[in-house]
């Protein structure tokens, strides 16, 4: 190597280019160093569907209204269905038995006492006859305890008694002696319109009845019903110690259950 000649020294040229140093702090080493700017992005539309919010907010108050219209249908098929079961066993029960009301007759009448009391009140003893008939082939009739008979002059009872307890069976007929006794206030002057309408010979009396039975169709003895009875009697005296004629009659009878 002569001294003329100058070595330079050669560089790398594998190596990877420098970058020039630029000072921190720097526009150019911010840029460098920091992200570019990321666009913003647009915010979330709400996506809702009308139609099936809609079709699911009525369809729940549909499927209530059906429940409760298909209840009320089962509700009032099985009350039908039970009328209808228990209209065919009455009507069986009614074609096997062929249930008759009873009959009742008031025979005569018999006023052991009338008169008046210390205390002017209006005291009576009747004796009265009753005819019971029972027309039913099958059918018995039990003759409960509380069983009773009034007798009645306009708005005044005289007199009231008890009805025997007693079975009456199949097409039988009873023959009842009632005894009935009272005693009524204001007896001068319920005396004295007796007194007067003696004279006219035609006494307008009332006799209620109200008698509780139960009745029995072949071995079954049913619940008890109440029979209730209303006669109009016209007599043409009340003197007493003698069977009274009874001019007119009008009887109505009535069962209630």
């Not at 921190?24 to 460098?32: L, R």
């Not at 009448?109 to 209006?122: P, V, Y």
């Not at 009753?130 to 027309?135: K, V």
């Not at 004295?192 to 003895?221: F, H, M, N």
Request: hydrophobic share 35%; glycine share 6%.
């Amino acid at each position: 190597m002569t001294d003329g000649q100058k070595i330079h020294p050669t560089g790398d040229v594998e190596a990877l280019p420098t970058s020039p140093l630029v000072p921190p702090g720097s526009a150019i080493s911010d840029k460098a160093t920091t992200h570019p700017p990321s666009r913003p992005l647009p915010p979330p539309q709400l996506r809702t569907n009308f139609p099936a919010a809609i079709h699911s907010a009525t369809e729940a108050p549909k499927t209530r209204r059906s429940c409760c219209c298909k209840c009320i249908c089962w509700t009032i098929g099985i009350i039908f269905l039970a009328l209808i079961v228990i209209s065919a066993i009455i009507g069986i029960l009614y074609l096997i038995f062929q249930p008759k009301i009873p009959k009742y007759s008031v025979d005569s009448l018999k006023i052991s006492d009338l008169r008046l009391t210390f205390d002017m009140s209006l005291y009576a003893e009747f004796d009265v006859k009753i005819t019971a008939n029972n027309p039913n082939k099958k059918i018995g009739i039990y003759y409960e305890k509380g069983g009773s008979l009034r007798v009645w002059y306009g708005d005044s009872e005289l007199c009231a008694g008890s009805i025997p307890k007693f079975y009456q069976g199949h097409r039988n007929v009873t023959k009842l002696d009632v005894s009935l006794s009272g005693q009524t206030q204001y007896g001068r002057s319920l005396m004295s319109a007796l007194q007067e309408q003696q004279q006219t010979g035609r006494i307008p009396l009332d006799l209620k009845v109200e008698a509780p039975v139960s009745v029995k169709l072949g071995r079954l003895k049913l619940r008890k019903v109440r029979i209730f009875g209303d006669c109009i009697l016209l007599v043409d005296s009340l003197s007493t110690d003698n069977f009274i004629s009874i001019k007119a009659r009008n009887c109505k009878f009535r069962l209630k259950l």
